[in-house]
C-alpha cells in the first residue's frame, strides 16, 4: 500500500479525534510541517495536547491553532513569540508544561526508542522537577523524566522517497527526527517526493519504517520569524 497521499485534508481524515496528544516537528517556523498544521485546524478537533518546541507566532504556524482555540495543553521549551498564548495561559484557558529544551528533545527521542524514562540533572532543585522522581548516582542528585509519545506525529522534510525515507535540510532538520519516532502514526509532508532507490541510504535521516503517510508539500514563503537587516555600505578603503 502506497505511504503517498493526495493532500494533508486527505491524511489526517481519518487520524484526528479529539483530545489527542500531536507531537509536532519545527523550531518556532523553521522546518514546521505547514501544510499538516493548516489541516488539523481545518478538522476542528479540539482539547489537543501539542507537543513542539515552541508554539510558533500568532496567525502563522501552531498559532494557528491555538487562534481556533483547539488546544488544551501544549509541552513545550519556549513560547515567547505568540501573545495569543501567553494571554490564554495567563487567563487559566491553556494548561502549559515547560520542559528545558534538550530533555524536550530527549523525551521525545526516549519514546520513539522504547524507553519509558530516563534520569537528567536538568531541572533539579527547580520547578520543573517538583513532584517527579529523584535518585542519586555517583554523588549527584539526578530528576526523573518521562518519555513522550505521540498519538499522531506531523513532520517536515525536504525530500523524501515513496518509501517514507527522509532527508531534512540544513536547519528546519531540527526537532523534526525526533519528533517523527514518537508517533503511533507518523505524517511527514515533503518539498521534493522522489521514487525508491533514489536516495542515497547514507545521507537518509528518518528511515521509512518510522513513517507511515506521505505528502508532497505545498511551494509556499517560508515564513521567518524576525527579519533584521541593514544597508549595506561600501567597506572602508583599507590604506595601502
Not at 86 to 112: C, D, I, M, N, S
Amino acid at each position: 500500500m502506497s505511504k503517498v497521499h493526495g493532500s494533508a485534508a486527505q491524511v489526517l481524515a481519518d487520524v484526528m479525534r479529539d483530545g489527542m496528544t500531536l507531537a509536532v516537528g519545527g523550531f518556532g517556523l523553521s522546518g514546521i510541517p505547514a501544510d499538516l498544521i493548516e489541516a488539523v485546524r481545518d478538522t476542528g478537533v479540539q482539547g489537543l495536547t501539542v507537543v513542539s518546541n515552541n508554539m510558533g507566532v500568532d496567525g502563522k504556524g501552531l498559532g494557528l491553532l491555538i487562534e481556533a482555540g483547539q488546544v488544551a495543553k501544549v509541552i513545550a521549551s519556549y513560547v515567547g513569540e505568540n501573545k495569543l498564548f501567553a494571554e490564554q495561559y495567563l487567563a487559566g484557558k491553556l494548561e502549559v508544561e515547560f520542559t528545558p529544551q534538550g530533555t524536550l528533545a530527549e523525551r521525545l527521542r526516549a519514546g520513539g526508542s522504547g524507553i519509558p524514562a530516563f534520569y537528567t540533572k536538568t531541572g533539579v532543585g527547580t520547578l520543573v522537577a517538583e513532584g517527579k522522581p529523584h535518585a542519586e548516582f555517583d554523588g549527584e542528585l539526578y530528576v526523573q523524566e518521562r518519555a513522550i509519545i505521540a498519538d499522531v506525529a506531523l513532520v517536515h522534510a525536504h525530500t523524501a522517497d515513496t518509501d517514507g525515507n527522509l532527508i531534512y535540510r540544513y536547519t528546519a532538520r531540527n526537532f523534526n527526527p525526533v519528533v517523527a519516532t514518537a508517533g503511533r502514526i507518523t505524517i511527514a509532508e515533503a518539498e521534493l517526493v522522489v521514487e525508491p532507490g533514489v536516495l542515497d541510504p547514507n545521507h537518509v535521516i528518518t528511515p521509512g519504517v518510522y513513517v507511515q503517510r506521505l505528502i508532497q508539500a505545498t511551494d509556499r514563503v517560508k515564513d521567518i520569524e524576525q527579519r533584521t537587516i541593514r544597508t549595506r555600505t561600501e567597506s572602508a578603503a583599507v590604506p595601502a
